[in-house]
């Protein structure tokens, strides 16, 4: 009979050594990527949704050379490099999520020498996580089709951490025991096409997660003492905090400023996931307007994800507003080495590349939209904030909490206590959750009422519906 370490190692290996067998080489992903940004570069046509496309002219083409040259070459090296960064790039957070919250642990299982049952794959879909259809051999998809895959079992879900498959989440082995585990931007701001199943198929870089339970997942790791410390709590009410928060939603402020809940509402303080695509040309960013798409991909890296870089923000040194921070000094983040500020240019061009997703054919009423454009930029006053084809303003795009009509919690927990004019391109995507940053209206028809009563716009409901459709048009 086996000795119980050997038995548990035959049992950790064998399922996952069986997977393992079927697994891609590497090569064909960088042929893949590289054929991507070469068509990119010499594609005839450019073009992005709702903005004309853009040919090259034959002098355009011609003018490839000298130092045109170097700007096309640093267009191919930015956006592989940087697409890499936000799909792959842990900046070391795995000392935080693996080393220190021991969420790995959770992960394994007490079969695979972690601890509690594991994280089976059902119950890792079931808290929104996603599978990269493209890390998968073929004949695991096929096994996965035709419901040959066991998906009760956490060896499963090893193996597919193991096979780079789960979105957003970096396991890292030391041969077949899973000994730390990070997260990547992609996590909170990628989805899948559900291609092959629900929750499996091809990415979608930029697309809010709104399945995604982030609370519910942090809350499996064994060890929240450093949540605990911050915030001065005890692990079991700071579980209590993140399971509070539900699917699509996280509390970026949470670790500044302590604050739960939203006393105005009852609501809990953390916000909807916003999309992470359509931002070329938008000025602040975040629900608050925190600062540009680099500074706040700074702050993210930083604080948030707990990767190891240099962080400068002294606003965060006010303590009455943000006491958690200024007594850590989260303002003036320093390690060395630094692994993130050599990767903010890569990731923030990449960023700026991703254009919101044009709507479905059919998924909206054309006709109702082309009437409800008139009453967006006439009776609705919608377009006074939200200036087409940006749909947020040129310029400093905040506004009083007054000025929209809702309370001012969320504002008030950021430098500028302003709400950013949220930029509206791709809404069809992220119905789910809602909308507003705590996704207090459950639909765009709730918007709507909301804008009608609050400015006394006095639209019919038939103008009303017609705003509907062209929301969903955009
Ligand atoms: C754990 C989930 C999570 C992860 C991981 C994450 N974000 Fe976010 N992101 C959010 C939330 C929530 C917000 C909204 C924050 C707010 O308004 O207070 C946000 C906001 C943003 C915005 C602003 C979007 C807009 O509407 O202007 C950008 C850009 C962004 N994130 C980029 C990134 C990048 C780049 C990374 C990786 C370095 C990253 N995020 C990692 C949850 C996440
Ligand atoms: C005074 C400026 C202003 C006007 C006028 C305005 N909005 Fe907004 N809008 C905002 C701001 C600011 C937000 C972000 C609210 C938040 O963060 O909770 C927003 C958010 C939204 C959202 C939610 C976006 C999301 O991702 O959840 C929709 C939809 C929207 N507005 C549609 C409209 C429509 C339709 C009109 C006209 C009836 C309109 N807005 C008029 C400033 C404005």
Redesign the pocket.
Known sequence: MLSKPARRSAQASSPRRRLRRISRPLLISVAFTLAAATALTFAPALSAPGVASVEATSEEKRRFAGFDRQIVANLDRSFLHGRRI?RDDTFGDEAFWGDALQLHRAVQGERFGGIGGGLTPRTALGLGLKIDVRALPRSLQNDLKSGRVNLDDPAVTLALLEMDAVV?VKGFFAGDRLRSIG???A???SSVDDALAPGIGERLDGWAARDLD?GSIIALAPDLSPFSKLLGVGQDDVRKVLRGWGPG??D??LLLDGKVVNPNTGRSAA??????FG?AG?NL????G?GS?TH??AF??NL??QGKGTFYDPRLDDATKFPIAAANKFGHVRNTPDLITSKLPA?HFY?LAIPAPTPPAGSFDAVAASRGQVVFSGKGQCATCHVPPLFTEPGWNMHTAAEIGIDDFQAKRSPDERY?T??LKGLWSHQKGGFY?DGRFATLSEVVQHYNSAKGLGLSGQEAADLVQYLLSI
């Open positions: 936000f957003g997260i990547t931007c996590l909170c701001h982030v939603k996280f970026a402020e916000t909807l996931i916003p999309p992470a931002l938008v960013h975040t629900w608050t925190w798409v706040w991909n993210v890296a948030e994800m990731l960023q950013r949220a930029p940053h």
